[in-house]
Every structure is written in C-alpha cells, then in structure tokens.
C-alpha cells in the first residue's frame, strides 16, 4: 500500500512523509495528476493561501485529479489547507475551492481582542459523530492548529469533530471516502500519528 501525498508547493510534505515513515507507512511525493488520480490512497496536506494553492492545483490539473480521484472512492485524507479547500469556496482570497463537499471556508472574526489570530497552538478536540479516524480519541484530547480560516460545511452531518477558539468551529469534516482535519495530524504526537495510521487501515 503506496500513499501518496499532493504537492502543490503548499507546505509540510516533508513533515507528513517523515511522520509516515515512523509508522512505517510508504509514501511518495506527487506533482503528477496522473499519479494522483490512479492513488490507492491520497493526503491532501497544506499550509499557505487558499487562491495561491488553487492556481498551482489548477495549473497541475491537480484539481481534477482529486475531484476524480474522490468519486471513484480513493481514500483521501485533507490536512490544515488541504481540509479548507475541499469545500465550495474560501473567504481567504476570495477563492472557489474544489467543492467536494459543499461549505465555505470562512475567517475568524472573535469579539474578544485579547483572542490571537491566527489560532495557534494545542487545543481540545471534541469527537461530535463516530469516524474510524476518530476512534481512538477521548475527552480532553488535543491536536496541534495554526490556521486563521476554518471550514464550515453546509450540512452538519459532514462534521466529526469541533475544536473552541472563540467560537465552537468545526475541527473534522468528512463524506463518504473523504476525511479532513483543520488541525496538522503530523505535528500533533501520538494521537496525530494513530489518526495517519487508522487513515492507512481505513476501509472508505
């Protein structure tokens, strides 16, 4: 089993790829659409801008890679700004996204000044609906986040998970093969690594 991960100069590929291989996971990095269409598996991680990520996608044919990829039910795993441009469009640079399931990618606006953005650091994750990516988590879990933007889909039953900075936000989103996480799985510890690890064993 060969995951491979999307490279669309946005980020962390290395940090994705040195966590699979403590898990001892085989990966490859892919620009290739055609590669990434005929994945087993595929992680869509990110860090950067919404409409920077979506022209390098588009430029790449990524795009439609994935968007094939997804309804031929390839198992696919969005992290940070691969979890926020899955959706129907982003508020960061006014940006369409590739609209696997429906939902905007809005910025926080907190009403309290003292609240930092962008939200950066370890915080609780709460599991809200069972996901075998998810089944391991417990009260009181946290991962690791730094983001500005988050996603809110438009049906609620296409949230797993929630995380509070301000305002309750969904922190997990999910449909049929797709899974994604706002927060970065790889840089999150034990917990992050279990949840690379029940994404290689995941059934979609």
Request: aromatic share 8%; glycine share 8%; hydrophobic share 45%.
């Amino acid at each position: 089993m060969m995951i491979t991960l999307v490279d669309y100069q946005a980020g962390n590929l290395t940090s994705v790829r040195r966590a699979l291989a403590a898990l001892g996971i085989p990966s490859r990095i892919s620009a290739d659409a055609e590669q990434v269409r005929r994945a087993e598996r595929i992680i869509f991680p990110g860090v950067g801008a919404a409409g920077a990520a979506m022209t390098v996608l588009r430029a790449r044919g990524l795009d439609q890679a994935l968007t094939e990829a997804f309804r031929a039910g390839t198992p696919i795993l969005g992290i940070c700004l691969g979890c926020q441009i899955i959706l129907t469009h982003s508020e960061e640079d006014d940006a369409d996204g590739l609209n696997l399931i429906p939902g905007q990618t809005l910025r926080f606006r907190p009403n309290d000044p003292t609240l930092k953005i962008p939200h950066m650091g370890w915080n609780e994750v709460v599991v809200t609906r069972p996901h075998p990516l998810l089944a391991h988590l417990r009260r009181g879990d946290e991962f690791y986040f730094v983001h500005s933007y988050y996603p809110r889909p438009e049906r609620a039953e296409d949230v797993f998970a929630v995380c509070e900075h301000g305002i309750v936000f969904p922190a997990a989103i999910g449909r049929a093969n797709l899974f994604a996480v706002q927060f970065h799985a790889e840089k999150s510890g034990p917990l992050g690594l279990r949840l690379l690890k029940n994404f290689a064993k995941w059934n979609a």
